[in-house]
């Protein structure tokens, strides 16, 4: 599976983001998909994560109630829609692919897209 993150740039605190990962390679519909992000001098850390069929989601509780992750899979994309957005948001946000189960752990996600930055100015 290619991944390839898009929609990331500045905003102001308080704003909106939405970010896209376009998938391609293999069967995407199979796959549980996850948003990571990681901030400078700081390690990866989980986001997001949708099941195959969208039926399972797990949020950090940190974003929990200001974004959303949503797939399409007939295009082949998931989606992270991030509301409210705060200057501890500031990050590269990564998308990755998991073969088996949806979850947290990104040593469990087989596949990683480039990343997209996400400025959030206070």
């Known amino acids: 599976v290619q991944l390839q993150a898009s929609g990331g740039g500045l905003v102001q605190a308080g704003g909106s983001l939405r970010l896209s990962c376009a998938a391609s390679?293999?069967?995407?519909?199979?796959?549980?998909m996850g948003w990571f992000r990681q901030a400078p001098g700081k390690e990866r850390e989980f986001v997001a994560a949708?099941?195959?069929?969208?039926?399972?989601?797990y949020y950090a509780d940190s974003v929990k109630g200001r974004f959303t992750i949503s797939r399409d899979n007939a295009k082949e994309m998931v989606f992270l829609q991030m509301n409210s957005l705060k200057a501890e948001d500031t990050a590269v946000y990564y998308c990755?692919?998991?073969?088996?189960?949806?979850?947290?752990?990104?040593?469990?996600?087989?596949?990683w897209g480039q990343g997209t930055q996400v400025t959030v100015s206070s």
């Open positions: 990755a692919a998991d073969r088996a189960v949806v979850g947290r752990d990104a040593r469990y996600y087989d596949y």
């Open positions: 390679g293999r069967i995407f519909s199979s796959y549980a």
């Open positions: 949708i099941s195959w069929n969208g039926g399972t989601t």
